[in-house]
């Protein structure tokens, strides 16, 4: 790949620079802990992978972080998968999460907006008081330190109060939003047997409510383990018989109370999308995303008690879990439930404006549907304090980044991010002090050891590879749930480079030092930033007798769109008229979410399978995407090969 992009579209000035965190860090660290004082960020990335234990010394150090028990060494084992981190201390992430509340009590901590897009605070004194009373509560309840406490939730002040409480008794939490169906919500939940239940009664989206009560029952159903469920009444409805209401945990006023808990005790679990079989259950730890949080929210988006932070996001997705850490750097966040596009395609602006945004994260597909809407957010917006805005969920486009530039400002730093719910952060991105060139994110986070290999292990520069990394990072899972001898784990991450984690995307790591991302370079599916997986797709779709088989792709599109197809292979006599159409859409919408419904139903032959009967995936989003057949698929591994060159051909037509 030759570099495309010689002039940045944006250059901090040297004031941004110098009173920039990451500046005033480095300094520090060089006087403190041999960092080097010269040569900007690119010598400060090299020190903090060259001198890892070193590098996260002087991030708790920086940072304040409060051990009960002093650590041993920073780093017991180096090994990955199975990396021990500060051995032997103690800490507590919601301690930490409220730490702010000791000198900023009567400012929000947090902005809560719904659809009228006015936003309420919460205070840092009332969300403290009310993580302590349910604190309380959820010991009274009988949870102890590791039990599961779950949440079906949107993105409300309640989902963080929760999050906190559960990490402050030193509980395990884990979150689906609202929009899932029951099935999905089952698939994760089951997993890990949660003892309490926060649920609501229903949610406000695009202007509509939607009564979820139903959904509950089957929760509760479906969930044996259950000893309490706390009732939410978003819509006003009644308790359901047998429920706690929300009110009644958080009325006392009483100091929370921190379980002081090993720094690899497990604070939440994620999920992953489950494209073959059920989704992962990715469990991170209390120490590991503290550190890990303070350092990317800290250091590279640059955020502190002045900031407000805005991400739209679920409850169902990493970044909400990764906003709610903004309070670890005493910044306010801004929480949105609603409809990112209600009553209009700029609602996301209108929410930056009136909350005082100074970082708004979204996602590429909505810079670029603000696009192709003819939105003029600067036109229409005073977004005089956003500072930076970000995106992930997929790459950003050059034409984003020029939209961005041209309508938001072009003293605008943009910050396009990649990670995975797999580290809960970025492996690349947001970094206040360099420039920012068109479709490319700025560089590889700090103790993050970045490359782009080659199929024999071999780094590439200006090349697509693999994205690896060669270093464990303390956020990376300390495992999944109910894989108790590590193999979901190791086989998910290093199976292809022993010892390395690949993470399954397409990357070229330029010889600037910036990373441009390509795509996903397995089948994972990935819309508007929420993985999900094609195992829902089928069990859904194809309980309808009219189908036989189905297969379904995600395929980034070169102007940033994303092309979704299902493909289904019919029962013979049944034909795909509109009401089968109708049929699959409204089963996908009602059993998985709205936003796993396919953008196209295509009649095809046949579902190729490897010899093992496995349906190929990534082969055919290969050929979809225009590669050749004979460097798509290795011929001997399929069942039918004839079956192949319907999507050859129309890839063909497509093109």
């Known amino acids: 790949m030759s570099i495309v992009n010689p002039q940045p579209l944006w250059q901090p000035d040297p004031q941004r620079i110098a009173r920039a965190q990451v500046t005033q860090f480095q300094a520090w660290a060089a006087e403190n802990h041999g960092a080097p004082a010269e040569g900007g960020y690119a010598a400060l990335h090299r020190w903090s992978v060259d001198e890892l234990e070193t590098f996260w010394t002087a991030v708790t150090e920086w940072f304040d972080v409060r051990f009960s028990t002093p650590y041993a060494r920073v780093l017991g084992d180096r090994s990955m998968p199975g990396a021990q981190w500060f051995p032997g201390s ?47 509560e959820l010991r009274a ?96 409805t009644e308790a359901p018989e047998g429920a706690l209401e929300w009110s009644a945990l958080t009325a006392a006023d009483v100091e929370p109370v921190f379980e002081q808990v090993p720094f690899d005790h497990p604070l939440w679990v994620l999920y992953s999308s489950g494209t073959t079989g059920l989704p992962k259950a990715i469990v991170q730890s209390q120490g590991g995303i503290l550190v890990e949080h303070l350092k990317q929210l ?74 192709k809407a003819d939105v003029h957010p600067a036109r229409d917006f005073d977004l005089s304090k956003v500072q930076c805005v970000a995106t992930t969920g997929s790459p950003l486009p050059p034409d984003g980044f020029r939209w961005l530039h041209d309508e938001v400002r072009d003293d605008l730093w943009i910050a396009s991010v990649s990670g995975g719910t797999d580290v809960c952060s970025c492996f690349a991105g947001a970094v206040p002090t360099l420039p920012v060139h068109v479709g490319e994110l700025q560089a590889a986070g700090l103790g993050t050891d970045l490359q782009s290999w080659d199929p024999s292990g071999k780094p590439l520069i200006d090349e697509v590879g693999e994205l690896v990394v060669t270093n464990p990072m303390p956020s990376m899972p300390i495992h999944f749930w109910n894989d108790p001898d590590g193999s979901r784990y190791h086989d998910s991450y290093f199976d292809t480079y022993p010892g390395v ?127 050749p ?6 011929p001997g591994s399929i069942d039918n090969l004839d079956l192949l060159h319907f999507y050859e051909e129309l890839a063909r037509k497509r093109a």
């Open 298 to 371: 800290g250091l590279h988006c640059d955020l502190g008690p002045e900031d407000r932070f805005f991400w739209y996001t679920s409850t169902g997705w990493m970044m909400w879990n990764f906003l709610v850490s903004g309070l670890l750097t005493g910044t306010t966040i801004v929480l949105y439930d609603g409809s990112p596009g209600y009553p209009d395609t700029g609602a996301q602006w209108r929410i930056a404006e009136r909350t005082g945004a100074t970082l708004y994260g979204t996602s590429a597909a909505y810079v670029m549907a603000c696009r």
């Open 141 to 236: 309840l009988g949870v102890q330190p590791g039990d599961r406490v779950s949440g079906y939730l949107p993105n409300v002040p309640q989902a963080v109060v929760a999050l906190l409480a559960t990490a402050a008794v030193g509980g395990v939490w884990t979150s689906c939003a609202p929009d899932f169906g029951a099935r999905s919500v089952l698939d994760r939940f089951q997993q890990v047997e949660p003892v309490v239940l926060f649920t609501v009664d229903g949610y406000r989206y695009g202007g509509k409510e939607h009564d979820r009560r139903e959904t509950v029952a089957e929760l509760r159903r479906e969930l044996p383990t259950l000893r309490a469920v706390v009732h939410i009444p978003i819509l006003g």
């Open 90 to 136: 103690t800490l507590n992430y919601a301690e930490h999460a409220l730490r702010a509340a000791a000198t900023r009590a009567d400012e929000p901590a947090l902005l809560h907006v719904d659809e009228s897009h006015e936003p309420r605070p919460v205070t840092w004194s009332e969300l403290r008081r009310q993580v302590g009373s349910l604190a309380a």
């Open 501 to 627: 984690w690949r993470h399954g995307d397409w990357i070229t790591i330029t010889s600037r030092g910036s990373v441009v991302i390509h795509g996903r370079s397995d089948s994972t599916l990935n819309r508007q930033g929420v993985r999900m997986g094609s195992a829902d797709i089928y069990e859904a779709v194809e309980r309808l007798p009219e189908i036989k088989e189905s297969l379904v792709i995600g395929i980034e599109q070169a102007d940033g769109g994303y092309w979704m197809p299902l493909f289904v292979h019919l029962v013979p006599g049944a034909s795909l008229d509109e009401a089968l159409l109708k049929r699959i859409k409204q089963t996908i919408r009602e059993q998985l979410s709205p936003r796993h419904v396919p953008d196209e139903v295509i009649e095809v032959p046949g579902v190729p399978h490897t010899l093992t009967g496995k349906r190929i995936e990534v082969p055919v989003k290969r050929l979809l995407q225009g590669t």
């Open 629 to 634: 057949l004979d460097k798509a698929v290795n």
